[in-house]
């Protein structure tokens, strides 16, 4: 069994950073793929970054230059970090591991194990 736990979250000024870190247990290593979701209030969630099983990370277009995806793998921790943040960046941040259908790709990727989620508010 995977479990994913997320951490970081917070309360943030517009223009701020934050680093979230998620913590993979189980049968799970940097070969797979993983990524961060987000979902905002009243929004479907919705992928922030996808991180592949050869450490290649893709973004959606309004994360890229802003966010950063990383994995730790003696820590076996996926982060996020998140510079130049903006009010539209608040909500639920989710991360993601081990495909169970579809690719590791933007928008493609359906996968097995998610976290519980880490709030993640930035104020004007």
């Known amino acids: 069994q995977v479990q994913l736990v997320e951490s970081g979250g917070g309360s943030v000024q517009a223009g701020g950073s934050l680093r979230l870190s998620c913590a993979a247990s189980g049968y799970i290593a940097s070969t797979h793929c993983m990524g961060w979701f987000r979902q905002g209030l009243g929004n479907e969630r919705a992928a922030v970054g996808i991180r592949d099983g050869i450490g290649r990370s893709t973004y959606a277009d309004s994360e890229k230059g802003r966010f950063t995806i990383s994995y730790d793998n003696a820590k076996k921790t996926l982060y996020l970090q998140m510079d130049s943040l903006e009010p539209e960046d608040t909500g639920t941040y989710y991360c993601?591991?081990?495909?169970?259908?579809?690719?590791?790709?933007?928008?493609?990727?359906?996968?097995?194990?998610w976290g519980q989620g880490t709030q993640v508010t930035v104020s004007s």
């Open positions: 993601a591991g081990i495909l169970r259908s579809g690719v590791c790709r933007l928008g493609l990727a359906d996968f097995r194990y």
